[in-house]
């Protein structure tokens, strides 16, 4: 063990709440007028919330590696879902996020989705963990037993990609998002957990399938569901060729032939407001604990989500709708409640903001985040202009306060003007008198592209 522990008992402890696939169809985003988040909604004013934080990678498995280790993906090599975090030279040599705590003289616990899945999930979590529920060699229930009050959209066509309304019979208790938050309630409200502590709660919807009990659905009348706003038919037109070769699936093309769209943007939204049930949940148990006044809380989305726009359902790309995340923090002493901050930053900044923010040590050489504390303590503070995502080897895509600059591997681009275009449908990279915003974009972009890592292969069992 190393570190400082002789003041850990007045370090603050650390509520950890990822949620899987959500984008920006929040109260505080206002990505979507029919969204209803009351209850991040109130977390983001008791705190700051960032609304131009993007991923470092827009799918889970990347994303999340880049959280927990503090390395970009373009560092370690790890690109797509099925890299493993573990068996990736660069990311297994990292001290990851829980280890770095559990190093410092904090318990760590964990539950639901925090890492992405497989195999190797089980690897990860005896790295840090105390406590894993149910347990560091154990899953929550799949989805599989639950019951549903019809027969599922899509029928089975694509089972990870259905969604529908659960039986009356089954509660969100029987829900395994629903166990993970009955958990940490538990752990919360039992007061007894050795502080300082780190405890992470991750919630697996809104991602596909996106299944919930039948009164979530019940608050989207299907006649009252719109179309996304950001739908544009014919938006690809003056797209490069290069979109296409990223990560793709056929799910809008079939949900659209089988008038399905409007039931599925219902279902998004019924899950996201699950969600936002859970975590109310979560935070008022911590609001009952004896653990309220020294807590930091940072809640966070790993990506973003297409509902149709850009030709797409689901994450998988540089554009806006799948890079965008939900990003607040609480930090008692620290933010003022209802700060808003709109600098560019990313959710590769949580690790090294949570280090400054506990007062420990930062692994050396390993971080390639910024220090947010920074921009809670005065969110117009002066701030690097741009953030990164990436996807895929040399592809990436570069935020500012106003424009979005893609580059691919083969030199393609686009450019967007948020200012005049929030939608992303006029593509500007191509016009001579920006010229110079993209150069001065460029400047972010990585400098070392380390070619993709090791396909990950699951241990004979």
């Known amino acids: ?73 373009s560092t370690s090599g790890n690109y797509i879902n099925k890299s493993s975090l573990t068996h990736n030279p660069i990311l297994n040599n990292a001290v990851l996020l829980p280890e770095f705590f559990q190093q410092h003289g904090y318990y760590v616990g964990g539950a639901g989705k925090l890492f992405h899945g497989y195999h190797f999930n089980y690897e990860v979590r005896g790295r840090g963990f105390d406590e894993y529920y149910p347990s560091k060699t154990q899953d929550l229930p799949s989805f599989e ?70 009164k979530y659905f019940d608050q989207f009348p299907l006649e009252d569901i719109k179309l996304p706003d950001g739908f544009l038919e014919n938006d690809l037109d003056d797209v490069p060729a290069a979109h296409a070769k990223m990560a793709h699936n056929p799910w809008l093309k079939r949900i659209r032939e089988m008038g399905q769209w409007k039931p599925a943007i219902q279902a998004y939204l019924a899950c996201t407001a699950m969600v936002d049930d859970l975590v109310g949940q979560i935070v008022e148990a911590l609001e009952k604990s004896k653990y309220a006044d020294n807590t930091i809380v940072v809640l966070w989305s790993d990506h973003g989500f297409h509902h149709g726009e850009k030709g797409r359902w689901g994450k998988y790309s540089l554009w806006e709708r799948a890079t965008r995340v939900n990003c607040i923090w609480v930090v008692p002493g620290v933010t003022k409640a209802g700060s808003v901050c709109s600098k560019p930053v990313n959710l590769l900044d949580i690790y090294p903001t949570l280090a400054s923010l506990t007062g420990c040590k930062p692994p050396a050489k390993q971080l390639e985040g910024n220090d947010l504390s920074v921009l809670m303590k005065d969110p117009e503070a002066p701030w690097d202009e741009a953030t990164i995502t990436t996807f895929g080897y040399k592809n990436y895509g570069v935020r ?57 292969k699951p241990p004979r069992r």
Not at 25 to 41: S, V
Not at 440 to 456: F, L, S
């Open 1 to 73: 063990m190393y570190g400082d522990t002789s003041q850990k008992s007045t370090r603050p402890n650390v509520l950890f709440i990822a949620i899987d696939d959500l984008n920006d169809w929040t109260g505080m985003l206002k990505g979507n007028a029919q969204a209803r988040t009351p209850h991040m909604d109130m977390l983001a004013s008791q705190g700051i919330v960032f609304t131009n934080a993007h991923c470092a990678a827009p799918c889970c498995g990347p994303s999340r590696a880049a959280i927990m280790s503090g390395i970009r993906p």
């Open 145 to 214: 037993g639950l019951k549903f009050s019809s027969k599922l959209p899509l029928g089975g066509w694509a089972r990870t990609a259905d969604w529908g309304p659960l039986r009356p019979d089954v509660t969100v208790d029987d829900h395994p998002d629903g166990k993970t938050a009955n958990w940490v309630e538990g752990k919360l409200l039992k007061g007894q957990l050795q502080e300082p502590f780190f405890l992470g709660a991750g919630i697996f919807e809104p991602h596909l399938p996106n299944y919930a009990p039948q």
């Open 400 to 456: 500012s306060g106003r424009y979005r600059y893609i580059v691919y591997e083969d030199g393609s681009e686009e450019l967007y003007d948020h200012t005049n275009d929030k939608w992303e449908w006029e593509n500007l990279a191509g016009n001579p008198q920006f010229a110079a915003i993209k150069k001065d974009m460029r400047k972010w972009m990585p400098v070392h592209h380390e070619p993709p890592g090791a396909t990950y």
